[in-house]
């Protein structure tokens, strides 16, 4: 069974329903769907899913065990990271459970093949490309991230050659918050095996800022290294003609939205990532502050799409909220994603 994974709380419920709206719109209210609990703040998540038959909760903590044990075992063999977050007063590794997305490989979890989206996404095109693009991958991405590593690994790591080289890393880096992969990867024993060399000096390579996505990726781009003839990353961004290809996220600022689309160059986007833009600028457009950021009217357009009268009448001049916050986190990103 195909299905669509998400990662969520309340704090992100507005954005969640954004979400859920636009995959039923997209991918149909047949399409079946997994939250999965980023911790126990499920109240308002669960009111929401609770209408949606086809969307169900994933909050079993023995699910999520192993692979926050595996997320500890590998930062426990990074050089710095352990200390530098302590330092910090982050007690675990950071922010630990953003790692429960990798529940999605788990032979356990209820789908067969899957395309996980970040609560802070909006699907706006069908999601088919990625599945088509499963029946010949193991894992498929669609971005531009390999036009900036420095947020998948740590590019001064004098180890990073020599684990992967920079074709590697062309072709096979993306972000974490959008892949479509299968049930059963990463086995215990491929976990072990990535334990080992990651303990053998390969840990340094690690970017701590981003630990989920940085331990993804080095998963993904070791065991394509180790299994190539049965385990492959397919990035859609460098194999669709370039005329198709699409950008997805909310740093480029030539986007034109029209109805509940966003168009790159005339052609529709698969899907917009609201990346680095906090939970909070969505909940206060929500509460009707007048709050201004790329893509907003897309987002209300989802939000609301099944209860129009909900949607609050917006207060005050619009203003862009902490003046200067987004732009300064879009330029921090420094990602050129179309």
């Known amino acids: 069974m195909d299905g669509i994974y998400t990662l969520a709380n309340d704090v992100v419920c507005n954005q969640l329903v954004a979400l859920l709206n636009s995959i039923e719109v997209h ?6 769907v997994a939250v999965i609990a980023y911790d126990n703040r499920l109240t308002n998540v669960q ?22 044990a595996f997320s500890r075992q590998v930062w426990q063999r990074h050089p710095t990271a352990i200390a530098t977050w302590r330092k910090k007063g982050i007690a675990d590794v950071y922010r630990l459970t953003s790692n429960r997305r990798y529940a999605a490989f788990d032979g356990r979890a209820p789908f067969d093949r899957f395309l996980y989206l970040d609560a802070d996404t909006l699907l706006l095109n069908s999601p088919q490309i990625f599945f088509a693009a ?20 740590d590019v001064t790591a004098s ?19 959008c892949f479509a992969g299968r049930r059963g990867a990463f086995s215990a024993e491929q976990r072990d095996w990535l334990l080992q060399h990651l303990a053998a000096g390969e840990a340094e390579i690690l970017y701590p800022n981003a630990p989920n996505q940085s331990v993804l990726n080095y998963m993904a781009m070791r065991l394509a290294q180790r299994e ?14 370039p005329e198709q290809a699409t950008g997805n996220s909310v740093t480029s600022s030539h986007f034109v939205e029209q ?9 529709p986007l698969t899907y917009l990532h609201y990346i680095g833009l906090p939970a909070d600028l969505f909940n206060q457009l929500c509460s009707g502050r007048n709050v201004d950021f790329p893509y907003r009217e897309t987002f ?4 609301y799409l099944y209860e129009p009268e909900k949607q609050p009448e917006s207060r005050g001049k619009r203003v862009l909220a902490k003046p200067g916050v987004v732009k300064r986190i879009l330029k921090k990103l420094r990602l050129a994603f179309g």
């Open 300 to 303: 209300l357009h989802y939000r």
């Open 134 to 153: 499963l029946d010949s991958h193991s894992l498929v991405t669609y971005d531009f991230q390999h036009k900036d590593p420095s947020h998948i690994f």
């Open 27 to 32: 991918a149909g209210r047949e399409m079946p």
């Open 228 to 241: 190539s003839a049965s385990f492959s990353i397919h990035n859609l961004a460098l194999h669709l003609p």
């Open 259 to 267: 109805a509940g689309r966003v168009y790159d160059r005339g052609h």
């Open 47 to 68: 009111a929401a899913i609770a209408p949606r038959p086809q969307v169900m909760l994933l909050d079993d903590p023995a699910l999520f065990a192993p692979w926050e």
């Open 159 to 177: 180890k990073l050659p020599e684990v992967f080289s920079p074709a590697e890393i062309h072709r096979a880096i993306f972000c974490a918050g």
